[in-house]
Antibody, heavy 119, light 111 residues
Framework: EVQLVESGGGLVKPGGSLRLSCAASGFTFSNAWMIWVRQAPGKGLEWVGRIKSKADGGTADYAAPVKGRFTISRDDSKNTLYLQMNSLKTEDTAVYYC??????????WGQGTLVTVSS | QSALTQPRSVSGSPGQSVTISCTGTSSDVGGYNFVSWYQQHPGKAPKLMIY???KRPSGVPDRFSGSKSGNTASLTISGLQAEDEADYYC???????????FGGGTKLTVL
């Protein structure tokens, strides 16, 4: 059974940093392209960024609102995906989900972890 | 403002059918057969209901169906049940620069 479990969320002041983790199981993590999606309170879903499998280059791409501030990485030996968030803004407040890409679809989602950016 | 346009709300009585539309452009919905639909109950993670425009993952009832015409995709739920009451989001692949775009979500109320 595919499972994605996020952790690391919490309250942080504007300008601060936070690192989210996503522990994966039930599939070959190293082969998967992984994606972060966020959802601000009461709002819709927003793509944050994507990291390819190492076999496909291992590169990451980001949505415009987070580019230059967020970094996605992966540790295939630990089946874990990371999202390093720096220079956080109040508008980054959201539940952050990790998801797995299968062809053009995000098929499995974690339960999410809440990040609150507030002074 | 979301990249894909969905109605904010739809409603129907048990047993009826409802259709939720999702309008994009030729750069997303119209350009790829990678439209998916997600169901989200309050406080829960999104659940994949339809992928590749019209395919159902294992375990999703066949009451849920998807289609696409031009730049507009649709999700139809037939034989509405109380547990279908949720928010529904459409999503489309949008190429190797924008990647994925979402609709703003539609709240389905089962009367």
């Amino acid at each position: 059974e595919v499972q994605l479990v996020e952790s690391g969320g919490g309250l942080v002041k504007p300008g601060g940093s936070l690192r989210l983790s996503c522990a994966a199981s039930g599939f070959t993590f190293s082969n998967a392209w992984m994606i972060w999606v966020r959802q601000a309170p009461g709002k819709g879903l927003e793509w944050v960024g994507r990291i390819k499998s190492k076999a496909d280059g291992g590169t990451a791409d980001y949505a415009a609102p987070v580019k230059g501030r967020f970094t996605i990485s992966r540790d295939d030996s630990k089946n874990t995906l990371y999202l390093q968030m720096n220079s956080l803004k109040t508008e980054d407040t959201a539940v952050y989900y990790c998801t797995r890409k299968r062809t053009g679809t995000l098929d499995y989602w974690g339960q999410g972890t809440l990040v609150t950016v507030s002074s | 403002q979301s990249a894909l346009t969905q109605p904010r709300s739809v409603s129907g009585s048990p047993g009826q059918s409802v259709t939720i539309s999702c309008t994009g452009t030729s750069s997303d919905v119209g350009g790829y057969n990678f439209v998916s639909w997600y169901q989200q109950h309050p406080g829960k993670a999104p659940k994949l209901m339809i992928y590749d425009v019209s395919k159902r993952p294992s375990g999703v009832p066949d009451r849920f169906s998807g289609s696409k015409s031009g730049n507009t995709a649709s999700l139809t739920i037939s034989g509405l049940q109380a547990e279908d009451e949720a928010d529904y989001y459409c999503c489309s692949y949008a190429g190797s620069y924008t990647y994925w775009v979402f609709g703003g979500g539609t709240k389905l109320t089962v009367l």
